[in-house]
């Protein structure tokens, strides 16, 4: 598919070969491209693909306790050619911290908001980072693994 | 509150619109601050319907998890049942039998028309117009008859599986399904005659509420509001699923991005859909309905997968993490009413507060699939 | 005593009486002929349950709502927010005083009986605005907004059209305006293109300002029920809240009145034969049942739709209707 190639070739443009980029199966794991890109990278990342007319569809996070990390996946869409691709960033999980992308993509408001509700992602830059879907005072942080009611 | 001289001259005042309200289909909040009948910020406040369908499927096994599936977006819930399905099937690496291929597309199709059909009533109702509820309402009884008559339910289904569906259809079925789908294409017709072509409800929709096509792009959104802006994106075919390759139908594609071209999306998609229905009853071969040996506790290897399919609000999409156990480690649910409604703040701008009813009318919500 | 019983006291007494009773039976029948047509047109069958084919529904409603507690919200304007109800629904009442049903029945028969129905439709809008007002709450208040804009606008042709009308009839008295109609339906007003060959389009202008006055569909901004929940009225309850629901019904039978014998003959008989009470009531509810059907028939027009109807479509017509008038009453 010819954006993989031209998604390459803007990466390796913009950031040498600081960034993972795989090759993935799309009948296996339903994405054309895995990166793996830093927190710092994120907002670069996200605008390099804004420019080659992807479309953001979600912002999964996960969380890996035993790994002392949490991981948030971007899903990116590119609608014309039905390629996908997927961008993942690591942190740690007592410091989750990262760029917001939603100056970016308007879309990210709200998924980075929800990611902030869910498990306590703090984006810097992001114009509103109130609760979401909980209630407005709430602290705690469901879809932690070590959350309990 | 004490509406003296003072502050009514030209300053701004915030009303509630919700959660609830008539128009607002759902516990839905929309902070309105107007000036005067102008909108200068509309902020949806969502939220009051999550139920943490995410947490709870990493507390079931992956085939408890179905029923949650109906129950995200309950107007057109077999499309959810069908994403879930296959989505675990795709990490599983599951296959499904043809027959039960066919089962599944129709029975999705089924549900798309009466999702439609259920927007469709609510929708001129927001307008002023009374009474086409009824007419949509009494065709979308018999899709649920139909579909209740196999699986045992009228609205929230958990008739797939992993590896089919769980119940064969019967004549009766097909023959339900094959009266059904002149009667429809009247209907249609008739749909048009009464409210397409009535000059009052024009007024209310052409030209109002333009959602532009790069609006859409950095939104995210999906389904009949892309596709009403010009933008040729249907789940079904450009990243085909199941066996939707093998159906003749068309995408409507409107490009004038008003309430006007994603109401024709939708009317024309019901017909498409009969049209796939109609292809799937004539090619439908006999078979099982369910694939053999697959255990009742899955246990997909581990890793993970994404897969989207065309729900009747926009493309749903499913990420699930295995770590090799019966129950998930992640499942992230990607709704399309969520990224349809975060573009409401920016799209409604600058509106009257009618015509931005028109548009959150258009934009076809159904809160529960937004707040999950 | 057959002197006491038909003195003028008495007479005015009796008169009174039967228009009371004529508004609320037909306030109270018109709820149930409106949610019995609505429900024939949407394929479902209406109030069956209490009494015969659901005709002792309305009486049901009456004792519902006048058995519950009238509600004063905190903070409301406690002398307004009471007034309006009575400020809409008395002066309905007193319009049909005037109204001649048939030659011989009519309670008061005043020689500015057309101006006086007139001027007592103006009250309707102050009603609202102020009942709005007094509800402290923000969407009461948008409403009246709304309201205060339809209803001016679209009092305007309603005038210029009967200014028009009186013009040819040369009269104010509501009961010669009928007899100058009497003979067959080619002697109606509407069909007096001698007055104007405008005469149709005013009447059915006249029509559309009826239902732009009564705030019924498709000019229902009062309550645009899924946008401002109920409008204005939104806070009333109990018998406020029965006597706006009065007030609407019975305003459309003075606008249906007003229109039979304006345009349509009052009580003469299309072909001359037997003049009556029946006909005037047969022609008043035909155009009843047609404001209900278009109710349940069409969406709600957008607000600037509707002014710009009046103000740019509507005024020029009926002013042009009034011009026309002049000139062939000079002439002829």
Known sequence: MDFVQDLREAFTGRFGDKLRIEAADFSKCGCHLDITASGTDIEAAASVVDGLGFTLEAISGVDWPAEEAMELVYDFNKMAEGGRIAIRVRVSREKPELPSISKIFGGANWHEREAHDMFGFVFSGHPDLTPLLLPENATFHPLRKDFSA | ?372 | MMEFLSSEPMRLLVSLVGIITFVALNAAYLSLLERKESAWFQRRLGPIEVGPLGLLQPIADGIKLAGKQIILPEGVDKILFKISPVMISVPVIMNLATIPFSETIVARDIHLGLLMILSFTSFNVMGIMLGGWASRNKYSVISAARVVAQNVAYEIPMFLITIALVMVTHTFDLRETVLLQSGGFWNWNLFNFGASPLMPAACLMFFLCLLAETNRSPFDMMEAESELIAGAITEYSGMGFGLFFISEYANIVVGSCLMTILFLGGWNCPFGLFPGLHWFLIKMYCIIFVVIWIRWSFPRIQFYGLLNLSWKIMIPLSLAHLLLTCVMVKIW
């Open chain 2, 1 to 372: 509150m004490s509406l003296d001289a003072k502050s009514i001259q030209g300053e701004t005042f915030v009303v509630n619109m919700g959660p609830q309200h008539p128009a607002t289909h759902g516990v839905l909040r929309i902070k309105l601050t107007l000036d005067g009948e102008c909108i200068m910020n509309a902020e949806p406040v969502i939220g009051y319907s999550h139920r943490m369908q995410e947490k709870m499927a990493e507390n079931r096994t992956y085939s408890q998890y179905f029923p949650n599936t109906g129950r995200i977006d309950y107007a057109g819930a077999m499309i959810y049942n069908f994403g879930y399905a296959c989505a675990v099937e795709r990490l599983a690496g599951i296959s499904v039998p043809e027959r039960a291929e066919y089962i599944r597309v129709i029975t999705s199709e089924l549900s798309r028309i009466a999702s439609h059909l259920l927007w469709f009533g609510p929708f001129i109702i927001d307008l002023g117009g009374l009474t086409p509820l009824l007419y949509a309402f009494d065709d979308r009884e018999i899709i649920l008859d139909l579909l209740e008559s196999i699986s045992g339910a009228r609205l929230t289904y958990s008739y797939f599986r992993f590896g089919g569906v769980y119940n064969d259809i019967d004549d009766d079925f097909i023959a339900g399904c094959r009266t059904f789908i002149p009667r429809m294409r009247e209907r249609l017709i008739l749909f048009r005659r009464l409210v397409t072509d009535n000059i009052i409800f024009r007024k209310r929709v052409e030209g109002i509420g333009i959602i532009g096509p790069e609006l859409c792009r950095k939104y995210g959104a999906t389904g009949p509001v892309l596709r009403g802006s010009g933008i040729d994106y249907d789940v079904r075919k450009n990243e085909p699923y199941s066996i939707y390759p093998l159906f003749e139908f068309d995408i409507p594609v409107f490009k004038e991005c008003d309430s006007l071209a994603r109401y024709h999306v939708r009317m024309e998609e019901m017909n498409q859909s009969l049209r796939i229905i109609e292809q799937a009853l004539d090619k439908l071969p006999s078979g099982p309905v369910m694939a053999e040996k697959v255990p009742r506790n899955l246990k997909p290897p581990k890793g993970e997968c994404y897969f989207n399919v065309e729900g009747a609000r926009g493309s749903f999409g499913i990420r699930i993490i295995s770590d090799g156990t019966e129950i998930p480690y992640r499942l992230k649910l990607r709704t399309p009413c969520f990224a349809n409604l975060s573009l409401f703040e920016e799209a409604s701008r600058g509106m009257l507060l009618a015509d931005s009813l028109a548009l959150l009318g258009s934009l076809d919500l159904c809160v529960p699939d937004v707040d999950r």
